[in-house]
């Protein structure tokens, strides 16, 4: 099968629920299996309805309330909601973010949906705006990879932009970015950057990742929008974005943690991207609690 020369980005889109919604669908069906909530429809009167809070357990970053959301709106058209802190806001110990009116049988069944979706992408949220805050009054900004969790990407990027970061291609045909591998088969960084800029059309960037100060003057010398610095130190990192003098986008990968991201972004790179934000961030800690019919 060929593939399409140039496809739209596929990013969360201007309506996250939309994209979500077979996600939320699917981890409905995971949970509640060919049998349904054995449980709940065993105690619970199918008429009648409950209110219930959504409740932070620990401080941090909230993201991915409508998806939350979406899961009591699946098993229940005509279910209400109050949301009262807002995606992309701080949560402290004990707040109420949100609170519903349903169906009692529906507010059980996605309780567990619900909280996971919510825990973890306030999670990635939260490990973002950390991130963030740490490289405050510096030109860098903070980016995710495409280590995500499979299917959830688009939910998981959705966290990352929540939480003030930016959003890196969101797949392999956004944009064309030379990693080592490619090199490998390629030949050289000239050779590989010649193929690339051959095959895809005028509106595609290309970035190629270089892991040393030759490879980085060669990919200077081709058409292209981007380098990745690989695994380089921070004096590294800076000689690097000299050799560049703003010609092209420069962004540092590899090994970044807390504990460095600041030393690296006054290097003076324009990008830092940090795998770990979405395949390694704990979850932040909510709960549901029934407090009325």
Same mark, same amino acid.
């Given at each position: ?6 496809a &739209?980005?596929r990013?969360y889109?201007?309506?996250p ?6 996600v939320?669908?699917?981890? /409905?069906l995971?949970? !509640? ?5 054995? $449980?709940?429809?065993?105690?619970v009167?199918p008429? *009648?309805?409950a209110t219930?809070?959504?409740?932070? *357990?620990?401080?941090?970053?909230v993201a991915?309330l ?5 899961a009591f ?11 009262t !802190?807002?995606e992309?806001?701080?949560v402290? +110990?004990?707040? =109420?973010v949100a609170? !519903? ?5 529906? %507010? @059980?069944t ?7 979706l /919510?825990?973890r992408?306030?999670g990635?949220? $939260?490990?973002?705006?950390?991130? +963030?805050?740490l %490289?405050?009054?510096t030109?860098?900004?903070?980016a995710d990879?495409?280590? $995500? $969790? ?5 939910l998981?990027?959705y966290a ?5 970061g930016?959003?890196? *291609?969101?797949?392999?045909d ?5 990693k080592?591998?490619? @090199?490998?088969?390629a ?6 950057i010649?193929?690339?800029r ?17 490879? @980085?003057?060669?990919a200077?010398?081709?058409? !292209?929008?981007a =380098?990745? /610095?690989?695994?380089?130190t &921070?004096?590294?990192l800076?000689?690097?974005?000299q050799?560049v003098?703003?010609r092209? +986008? ?5 090994? %970044?943690?807390a504990?460095? =991201? ?8 324009? +990008?830092?991207s =940090?795998?770990?934000l979405?395949h390694?961030a ?5 709960? @549901?609690e029934m407090?009325?019919a």
């Open positions: 099968m060929k593939p399409l020369r140039s &739209p980005s990013g889109a201007a309506s629920e939309l994209v979500a919604e077979s939320v669908r699917a981890a /409905l995971e949970d !509640i299996g060919h049998g349904g909530d054995l $449980t709940t429809e065993a105690i009167d008429h *009648r309805r219930a809070r959504i409740v932070a *357990r620990q401080k941090g970053i991915g409508p998806f939350a959301l979406l709106r699946i098993l229940d058209d005509g279910v209400e909601s109050n949301v !802190i807002a992309g806001e701080r402290e +110990v004990g707040d =109420v609170e !519903i009116s349903a169906r009692a049988r529906a %507010v @059980l996605g309780e567990r949906t619900a909280l996971n /919510l825990c992408l306030s990635i949220a $939260t490990a973002t705006r950390a991130m +963030v805050d %490289v405050a009054g030109r860098a900004k903070i990879t495409r280590k $995500t $969790t499979p299917g959830l990407r688009a998981e990027r990352v932009a929540r939480g003030g930016s959003n890196h *291609r969101f797949g392999l956004d944009a064309v970015l030379i080592d591998n490619h @090199l490998v088969l030949g050289s960084v000239r050779a590989a010649a193929s690339a051959a095959r895809v059309g005028h509106t595609v960037k290309i970035e190629a990742e270089v892991e040393n100060f030759d490879q @980085l003057r060669e200077l010398e081709q058409p !292209i929008d =380098v990745l /610095l690989d695994n380089m &921070p004096s590294q800076t000689e690097a974005v050799i003098g703003g092209v +986008v420069t962004e540092a990968s590899g090994g %970044v943690t504990a460095n =991201v600041a030393e690296i972004a006054r290097t003076g790179v324009d +990008v830092i =940090v795998g770990w979405t390694s704990p979850a932040l800690d909510f709960s @549901l407090v009325g």
